[in-house]
């Protein structure tokens, strides 16, 4: 019976076996035998699996949200609520049956749910809230799953919300029309309550550097350079989001500080030079999970990029002709994507969802005003399904053709 | 402390129970609020001015924006005791006391920047001024309808024809309903 394992383990086994073998530590007979043992599983991109699931969901979720006015208000209530109880439910029966992987999986479920609870019971009572109202209450009411649940796939959606929550507060800010004073703008932007939202978010944040700064000193003969390493690389998920965040916010906050101009473009491009930063550390230390990091924060910046109002100039002047800059970042962004997805490089799931992100920021340009919401939406995640299927095609046939070329054609596949 | 709550979430029923706490909170804070003001509160009726609609997530909607969010700079410079810059308060809570017609149409009589007493009042963020008046906001401004019927609310929003049914309790208010005038 073969042993499924991903094609970068796969890969590495293969590199390995073939140093062994050079030692005279193994035959190449041996070494076969041992490749045999495992076979390569190829999975559909998770994440714009996700996405594409996702935008689906939204579909569905706004056909409802748009035509259910025949159900009475307390029934509407007690159906949303009721969805999000059985997701959590589900969770609990899943962890108490020993299967934490579908556990983990209807917990992240639960975020989307809960955003989704939140943004339909404020419809239902035409609640006229702010985006960024809605997402502080959000990171404030998951933070617990957050905190209590290991998963990485539940941080990875914390982290991105926490992300568009600082950068929607610094858009809002740029975005007011007569500024007084930083100050006094974000207490009027955040209402009296929300700088608790991000109190407790630094404090949690500030305990986990504490926790994760006694751990590095405590490594016995360990040099300061990689003491330096592990404590921006380490193992731990939660470090690598706070030396993001802390990164991206030191240069945003400098940024913000220090400009006079009333453009985005220096905020924008001081998070791309941010993400390039982070890039060449990852370089420099060899460190894959901080390219990682990088390819969000070029990934976030660069798409930013792709839209017109992110290239005004102060007093409202364009520093481009219309949609030419939007355009020309397009391209690059785009070729930047398909070199590391060509060049398999780590990460290239979340390149093809960047990638993605960018057909879709163009479809939502060009036929959002044409379609009615929910096909719109149920179209969008169809495409994105079957650039999903068509990456794993690829990734199939270009990985076939590698393994062939190096190995002599030994390793099987196996379809997810 | 630290191992008092590692100890806790060992126990997976405590473990959900705080995952699920919060979230339930939040998710009753508002319908308990508003299904209260909409059974106890005052009926009003505000008058708009003309505007229009749609909203990514959660669908189609009538923007409103009504006759009472403004406020003449007359009725806050009295409020205030004569000061004459409001924006360097900013983000100013006000309280806007209303009258009412024998028809419930709601007009403004005074404001205030303490709580009334009694009485019929909303409370308000003053936002910038315009001229002789000052924008205030009462988080009155949407109001949700099923996709695709924007149309029956087009016209009568242009023209000013529509106004909404308020019910106001203790300076809180929820739509019940829009009322389109002939």
């Known amino acids: 019976m073969e042993r499924r394992v991903s094609e970068v383990k796969r890969r590495f086994l293969a590199d390995e076996s073939r140093e062994w073998v050079e030692r005279g530590l193994i035959s190449e007979f041996q070494r076969g035998g041992i490749l045999e043992c495992y076979a390569v599983v190829r999975r559909l991109p998770t994440v714009v699996l996700t996405l594409g699931l996702l935008m689906i969901g939204i579909g569905i979720l706004s056909f409802i949200a748009a035509n259910w006015q025949v159900i009475p208000d307390w029934l509407k209530i007690a159906i949303i609520i009721g969805c999000y109880l059985a997701d959590v439910g589900g969770a609990y029966y899943s962890e108490t049956k020993g299967r934490r992987g579908v556990s983990g999986l209807l917990l992240f479920l639960s975020g989307f749910l809960l955003l989704g609870a939140l943004a339909l019971i404020s419809q239902v009572f035409h609640v006229e809230g702010s985006a960024s109202g809605l997402l502080a209450v959000w990171l404030l009411v998951y933070a617990p799953t957050f905190l209590i649940v290991r998963n990485i796939s539940i941080y990875m959606l914390y982290e991105i919300v926490v992300l568009v929550y600082v950068n929607m507060l610094y858009f809002e800010y740029f975005d007011s029309a007569n500024r007084y004073g930083f100050w006094d703008e974000f207490r009027l932007i955040l209402g009296p309550w929300q700088p608790f939202v991000l109190l407790i978010l630094l404090v949690g944040l500030a305990w986990q550097v504490w926790a994760d700064a006694r751990l590095v000193a405590n490594v016995p003969g360990e040099t300061g350079e990689s003491k330096i390493k592990r404590f921006f690389v380490g193992g731990s998920t939660r470090r690598i989001f706070l030396s993001n965040f802390l990164i991206l916010n030191w240069f945003t906050w400098m940024c913000v500080l220090n400009s006079t101009q009333t453009s985005f473009l220096p905020y924008v491009l001081s998070v791309l030079v941010a993400g390039a930063l982070i890039g060449f550390m990852a370089w420099k230390l060899d460190a894959p999970d901080l390219g990682w990091q990088s390819l969000l924060l070029v990934g976030a910046s660069g798409l930013t990029l792709t839209f017109p109002w992110a290239w005004y100039w102060h007093d409202g002047h364009h520093s481009g002709d219309g949609y030419l800059a939007p355009v020309l970042s397009s391209v690059a962004l785009g070729a930047y994507l398909v070199y590391r997805i060509m060049r398999r490089q780590r990460g290239g799931g979340f390149s093809v969802f960047l990638f993605c992100v960018l057909l879709a920021r163009w479809y939502f340009n060009m036929f959002e005003t044409f379609t009615s919401k929910s096909l719109f939406f149920v179209t969008g995640g169809v495409i994105l399904l079957l650039i999903a299927f068509a990456y794993k095609r690829w990734n199939k046939i270009s990985g076939e053709k590698e393994v062939s070329a190096s190995e002599g054609g030994d390793g099987d596949e196996i379809d997810d | ?182």
């Open chain 2, 1 to 182: 402390m630290r191992s008092t709550i590692e100890k806790l979430l060992k126990s997976t029923v405590a473990r959900y129970v705080a995952i699920v706490a919060l979230p339930l909170l939040a998710l009753l804070y508002s319908p308990i609020l508003n299904f209260t003001i909409l059974a106890l509160g005052e009926r009003v009726l505000l008058e708009n001015v003309p505007v229009d609609p749609w909203d990514f997530l959660r669908g189609d909607y009538v923007m409103l924006d009504y006759k009472i969010s403004q406020i003449p700079r007359a009725l806050l410079y009295s409020a205030s005791g004569g000061k004459e810059d409001y924006d360097y308060d900013r983000p100013a809570e006000v309280y806007v006391e209303l009258a009412k017609n024998p028809s419930d149409v709601a007009s403004v009589r005074a404001v205030s920047f303490t709580r009334p007493t009694d009485g019929l009042y909303l409370k308000g963020r003053l936002g910038y001024s315009r001229g002789e008046s000052y924008d205030c906001d009462y988080g009155l401004g949407v109001f949700y309808i099923p996709e695709g019927t924007g149309h029956t609310f087009e016209n009568p929003v242009q023209e000013g024809r529509v106004m909404a049914d308020v019910r106001v309790l203790m300076g809180h208010a929820v739509i019940k309903n829009l009322v389109i005038a002939d």
